[in-house]
């Protein structure tokens, strides 16, 4: 049976029929959830008496019914908690990387999905954590779907068919076409534990697909996870480097170095003689590389092929002589700031 929690359900009914969900109780200071007091209470009625946020609850207890996802305590911790300087760590991931670009629709996920593969086929152990909550697309471009498995109280990440580890907002809900429609923190806390209370096993790398832009989402993923460097994904046809120019201040002002910047879309090559067709204008890598101090990691070819593959569910399966390079230079540029498999760089 499904119960539809509004304010007037009881506390009893949820907690009986939603195992767990006491934690959401307890994050909005309701520790009574799981005793015999509740039983008598409908959700408004513990609000009222604990003066809490009646919204903010219903909404954690339907997303927590949705995904499993426990947010962040709501109320004002006793004791102060560290400020941010405190980065998240998980001990099993040698190094995390995370992709952002300026704007969405730039082949970012996609750009993250060939960064994890070109490395897992160099035989690396690579995961990828989907921080796109509102618009989670990494799964589906691995083929990956079902519900994550949850063990000891932690989620399990799907592996793909190569054995890259995903996990993603979409792998927790019910149906994967719900949209995701979460206040700020709600968005940060899963984040937060997506890094830290997935059983991830041993990667040396984790790449982060970062949502579009500079808000609230990047800032956290920044601040609070330990990574050690940025891919700037940029196209031609935007106005590349005011966009990028955002990302890279973030990436500043937070002291996350740029590795590499991966312009998308760069050309179209042409089936009749093989030229490279640049649709999209020319080329704003040097530009891009002259902004950052960075350098260019690949041009990717706008290529119809790989849009099927990505369709079907098998990124891992395209090949190119772009993704090789690609693959080559950021092994390159791995090593020359320190961050290779064994080497943790300090940051
Ligand atoms: N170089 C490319 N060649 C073909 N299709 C691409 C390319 N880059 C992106 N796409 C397609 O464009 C769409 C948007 O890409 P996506 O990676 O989801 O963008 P973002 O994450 O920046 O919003 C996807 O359907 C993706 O498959
Ligand atoms: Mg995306």
Same mark, same amino acid.
């Given at each position: 049976?499904?119960?539809?929690?509004?304010?007037?359900?009881?506390?009893?009914?949820?907690?009986?029929?939603?195992?767990?969900?006491?934690?959401?109780?307890?994050?909005?200071?309701?520790?009574?959830?799981?005793?015999?007091?509740?039983?008598?209470?409908?959700?408004?009625?513990?609000?009222?008496?604990?003066?809490?946020?009646?919204?903010?609850?219903?909404?954690?207890?339907?997303?927590?019914?949705?995904?499993?996802?426990?947010?962040?305590?709501?109320?004002?911790?006793?004791?102060?908690?560290?400020?941010?300087?405190?980065?998240?760590?998980?001990?099993?991931?040698?190094?995390?990387?995370?992709?952002?670009?300026?704007?969405?629709?730039?082949?970012?996920?996609?750009?993250?999905?060939?960064?994890?593969?070109?490395?897992?086929?160099?035989?690396?152990?690579?995961?990828?954590?989907?921080?796109?909550?509102?618009?989670?697309?990494?799964?589906?471009?691995?083929?990956?779907?079902?519900?994550?498995?949850?063990?000891?109280?932690?989620?399990?990440?799907?592996?793909?068919?190569?054995?890259?580890?995903?996990?993603?907002?979409?792998?927790?809900?019910?149906?994967?076409?719900?949209?995701?429609?979460?206040?700020?923190?709600?968005?940060?806390?899963?984040?937060?534990?997506?890094?830290?209370?997935?059983?991830?096993?041993?990667?040396?790398?984790?790449?982060?697909?970062?949502?579009?832009?500079?808000?609230?989402?990047?800032?956290?993923?920044?601040?609070?996870?330990?990574?050690?460097?940025?891919?700037?994904?940029?196209?031609?046809?935007?106005?590349?480097?005011?966009?990028?120019?955002?990302?890279?201040?973030?990436?500043?002002?937070?002291?996350?170095?740029?590795?590499?910047?991966?312009?998308?879309?760069?050309?179209?090559?042409?089936?009749? &003689?093989? +030229?490279? =067709? @640049?649709?999209?204008?020319?080329? *704003?890598?040097? !530009?891009?590389?002259? %902004?950052? #101090?960075?350098? $260019?990691?690949?041009?990717?070819?706008?290529?119809?092929?790989?849009?099927?593959?990505?369709?079907?569910?098998?990124?891992?399966?395209?090949?190119?002589? &772009?993704? +090789?390079? =690609? @693959?080559?230079?950021?092994?390159? *540029?791995?090593? !020359?700031?320190?961050? %290779?498999? #064994?080497?943790? $760089?300090?940051?």
């Amino acid at each position: 049976m499904v119960v539809q929690i509004t304010p007037l359900t009881k506390i009893q009914d949820v907690v009986e029929r939603y195992p767990g969900i006491q934690a959401v109780f307890r994050a909005h200071g309701l520790p009574c959830a799981s005793c015999h007091v509740a039983a008598y209470e409908t959700i408004a009625a513990g609000v009222a008496l604990h003066q809490l946020n009646l919204g903010l609850l219903i909404e954690d207890l339907t997303a927590f019914v949705q995904t499993g996802i426990v947010p962040e305590m709501r109320i004002k911790p006793r004791a102060k908690r560290p400020l941010s300087g405190g980065k998240l760590s998980a001990p099993s991931i040698q190094h995390v990387i995370a992709v952002m670009s300026g704007k969405g629709g730039v082949g970012k996920s996609l750009v993250t999905g060939l960064l994890a593969t070109a490395l897992r086929r160099g035989g690396l152990r690579t995961g990828i954590l989907d921080a796109d909550i509102t618009g989670p697309s990494i799964p589906k471009m691995f083929g990956v779907s079902g519900k994550a498995e949850l063990r000891e109280r932690r989620f399990l990440p799907q592996l793909s068919s190569t054995g890259i580890a995903i996990m993603s907002i979409s792998l927790l809900m019910d149906n994967e076409r719900d949209a995701v429609i979460w206040r700020g923190p709600m968005v940060t806390g899963a984040i937060q534990q997506f890094f830290c209370e997935v059983e991830w096993g041993d990667l040396d790398y984790l790449f982060v697909d970062l949502p579009p832009g500079t808000s609230d989402a990047p800032l956290t993923v920044l601040q609070r996870l330990p990574v050690e460097g940025v891919v700037i994904v940029s196209t031609p046809q935007q106005l590349a480097v005011s966009v990028v120019t955002k990302a890279l201040k973030l990436a500043q002002r937070l002291q996350t170095p740029v590795l590499g910047i991966v312009e998308n879309m760069a050309y179209v090559l042409n089936p009749v &003689d093989g +030229s490279r =067709l @640049e649709v999209f204008g020319p080329s *704003q890598g040097p !530009a891009l590389v002259a %902004e950052s #101090g960075a350098p $260019l990691l690949a041009r990717l070819p706008l290529d119809p092929s790989l849009t099927a593959r990505v369709d079907r569910g098998e990124i891992e399966q395209y090949h190119s002589p &772009d993704l +090789s390079e =690609l @693959e080559q230079h950021l092994l390159e *540029q791995l090593k !020359a700031v320190g961050s %290779e498999v #064994g080497v943790s $760089l300090e940051v």
